[in-house]
């Protein structure tokens, strides 16, 4: 396995508008996937995408994969303040059964 | 929706006691994780386990740490014995091979 390294570090943003979060990896991969962590609490899976994927929507998640460039984003539409967690992004070589290595995250405040 | 239980939620015990923490995977999963943080820092990949046996072992898990499937469905990590700089939130996972991993709720573990 291999660290995402997420972007930016931290993010502020108003209640009800986007957050766009980005994230960047090394080498090939079979998949790509991003997790969320409240302060404090466990980690929760959010959205998968493979590599032959290139858009994957569930709910107000929205998950682009460019293997061109290496990079993903994450995109959350009409903020809540719920949404204020870190969030990681996990690149998986090989099978979704390797270990996740996990970067610092980005940090999302939604200000009420 | 299927859960990762784990238990204790908080443990406190003197140094160099062992401490066992336990985990109930998801019942039709086969691959079986231990992960920690540290207060402020990152998630740290601890252990993988798999077929009852550790597939893969970071650094961290030295001989003080084992892993156990003693029954078929818990899974248990055990710190035979502690240390001030084991304190910290200990997160059990699962992952069935195709879709991401179910994280547990964690078990903060504080060594006095």
């Known amino acids: 396995s291999q660290q995402g390294e997420e972007d930016p570090q931290a993010l502020s943003i108003q209640e009800g508008e986007n957050a766009t979060m980005n994230c960047s990896y090394k080498?090939?991969?079979?998949?790509l996937q991003w997790y969320r962590q409240n302060s404090g609490r466990g980690l929760v899976h959010l959205i998968l995408i493979r590599s032959n994927e290139r858009e994957k929507h569930s709910g107000r998640l929205r998950v682009t994969l460019d293997t061109s460039k290496k990079s993903s984003s994450l995109l959350i539409t009409a903020s809540r303040a719920a949404d204020t967690a870190s969030y990681f992004c996990?690149?998986?070589?090989?099978?979704?059964?390797?270990?996740?290595?996990f970067g610092p995250g980005t940090s999302l405040s939604v200000i009420p | 929706e299927p859960e990762v239980t784990q238990t204790p939620s908080h443990q406190v015990t003197q140094m160099g006691q062992e401490v066992i923490l336990r985990c109930v995977p998801i019942?039709?999963?086969?691959?079986f994780y231990w992960y920690r943080q540290i207060l402020g820092q990152k998630v740290e990949f601890l252990v993988s386990f798999y077929n009852n046996e550790i597939s893969e072992k970071s650094e961290i898990f030295d001989d003080q740490f084992s892993v156990e499937r003693p029954d078929g469905s818990n899974f248990t990590l055990k710190i035979r014995s502690t240390k001030l700089e084991d304190s910290a939130m200990y997160f059990c996972?699962?992952?069935?091979?195709?879709?991401?991993?179910?994280f547990g709720s964690g078990t903060r573990l504080t060594v006095v």
């Open positions: 019942s039709n999963h086969l691959y």
């Open positions: 080498t090939s991969i079979n998949n």
């Open positions: 996990a690149p998986f070589m090989k099978t979704s059964y390797d270990k996740v290595i």
């Open positions: 996972a699962s992952s069935g091979g195709r879709d991401g991993y179910t």
